[in-house]
């Protein structure tokens, strides 16, 4: 059986997130997406607000579960047993980093791999920051997350409001 972690902090998750997630979903047997909880950072929202928003939007996809962790990537990998670490690419700039933490990774745990998808190109100018960003100067981001996502930055950046995003 392959299975196959997916990390980030999905502050909030995107569609490219979404993409990565079901495309993945199709070459392992099981998918863990991993929130991470990093102290060194303060979150928009909070990991139960994380787990729920991604456990909505992978809903139909049976062999996809998500769990929050701290610490290092690779202990996730083992704690759930799984031998493979997705990672998404959204543009050459990425790949530097992206393939030093892989190669990180593997010389501490030789035997979880790290396997690289290419964002969708419809997405690879998508990140969580920038969703958050339009999304508090009141921008539609209907084109940018789920449903249930937009509704929780709207509710987020306007409580008081009626405003759409």
Known sequence: MTKAIYPGSFDPVTLGHLDIIKRSSKVVDELVIGVLVNKNKTPTFTIEERLDMIREVIKGLPNVTVRY??????DFARKNDA???IRGLRAVTDFESEMQIAQTN????PEVETMFFT??????????????EVAFYGGDVSRFVPKNVEEMLKKRYFPNSMQAI
Request: avoid cysteine.
């Open 106 to 109: 593997h010389s501490i745990e």
């Open 83 to 85: 031998n493979i670490i």
């Open 119 to 132: 964002t969708s190109l419809e997405y690879a100018f998508l990140s969580s920051t920038i969703v958050k």
């Open 69 to 74: 962790f701290e610490g290092m990537t690779v």
